[in-house]
């Protein structure tokens, strides 16, 4: 059974950091395609950055050069790191797990970040 935890999130000043992570249980990640979303009222659910089975990281625009994925599979558990917040970045932030053998899609409960003064 798969099950995605995330915590790390938090209020956090412009220009600030923070972790996010995404502790997974009941997955293998070579099968599983890791991605974080986030959402903000009334929006549609934004793809942010993916780990792909392959090692292979993609990042949209409005983050890159300012987030990192990283994933341990000792752990297994997957991160964002994220720098240099903007309040624009303020959102419910969320882990997701791909299975690339079916395409099901597992999704955690969500960890809110606001950036703001």
């Known amino acids: 059974q798969v099950q995605l935890v995330e915590s790390g999130g938090g209020l956090v000043q412009p220009g600030g950091s923070l972790r996010l992570s995404c502790a997974a249980s009941?997955?293998?990640?070579?099968?599983?395609?890791m991605r974080w979303y986030r959402q903000t009222p009334g929006k549609q659910r934004e793809l942010v950055a993916d780990f792909s089975t392959g090692g292979v990281t993609n990042y949209a625009d409005s983050v890159k050069e300012r987030f990192t994925i990283s994933r341990d599979t000792a752990k297994n558990t997957v991160y964002l790191q994220m720098n240099g917040l903007k309040p624009e970045d303020t959102a419910v932030y969320y882990c997701?797990?791909?299975?690339?053998?079916?395409?099901?899609?597992?999704w955690g409960q969500g960890t809110k970040v606001t950036v703001s003064s």
């Open positions: 997701s797990a791909v299975d690339s053998r079916n395409l099901l899609t597992y």
């Open positions: 009941g997955i293998i990640f070579r099968f599983f395609v």
